[in-house]
């Protein structure tokens, strides 16, 4: 299994302004995943992160919009850019060490 | 694309009562892994189930569920729910391991006295 924990839990920003959301594994780990959630609702894979290569990114997120960087095999960042009210949601970062995947606590935040 | 479908937005039942959430999914891959999440209020998701063999009943903590190939169905049950089973539950598909699985979306358990 792998712990990972995220920072911070939960941030209110602007608009406009950009935010850093971090994720740390107590493990190695090959590949990092993002994961939007608005309000009980389904989990969006936004993009999968390996180290020392550019995410890949789902259909409909881009890497303008939300950056992802991978520097090593047990931390990530996700990056929001612009942030706007519809950004407003829970993000998740997770990892799949074997069958299992685990996720993180979840960042929620709010953009006023 | 892969997909997983889940047909009930809502299951509302009395404790006691048996439950059955259903899934069913797509995919272009002869062996898919399956797996049932649950998420309780303010929490992340956690596995519940998973399953990769065909025709084989998987157990866990009361639930149970059948990988159906055939049918390409994984439909969840439990025999009695109880008021702790109220929350939101994700049945989601990978085809390999290693990569990050793909979520349907969602079924809310509420369980009431």
């Known amino acids: 299994s792998v712990l990972l924990y995220q920072k911070p839990n939960r941030d209110i920003c602007q608009s406009g302004t950009s935010l850093k959301i971090q994720c740390v594994a107590d493990?190695?780990?090959?590949?990092m995943f993002w994961y939007q959630q608005f309000q009980e609702q389904s989990l969006m894979l936004m993009a999968t992160a390996n180290e020392g290569s550019e995410a890949t990114y789902e259909s409909g997120f881009t890497k303008d919009k939300f950056p992802i960087s991978r520097p090593n095999l047990t931390f990530s960042t996700l990056t929001v850019n612009n942030a706007r009210p519809g950004d407003s949601s829970i993000y998740f970062c997770s990892s799949r060490p074997r069958d299992t995947q685990y996720f993180g606590p979840g960042t929620r935040l709010l953009v006023l | 694309g892969d997909s997983v479908t889940q047909t009930e937005g809502l299951v509302t039942l009395t404790e006691g009562l048996p439950v059955m959430l259903n899934c069913t999914y797509q995919?272009?891959?002869?062996?898919?892994?399956l797996f049932w999440y649950v998420q309780h209020l303010n929490e992340s998701p956690r596995l519940l189930l998973k399953s990769f063999t065909d025709n084989k009943r998987t157990e866990h903590q009361g639930f149970h569920a059948t990988l159906h190939k055939s049918s390409s169905s994984f439909h969840l049950q439990k025999s009695s729910a109880q008021l702790s089973d109220s929350a939101l539950y994700y049945c989601a598909l990978s085809r390999q391991g290693g990569r990050a699985l793909i979520f349907g979306t969602g079924t809310t358990v509420s369980v009431s006295p």
């Open positions: 995919t272009i891959y002869s062996n898919p892994f």
């Open positions: 493990s190695q780990v090959v590949s």
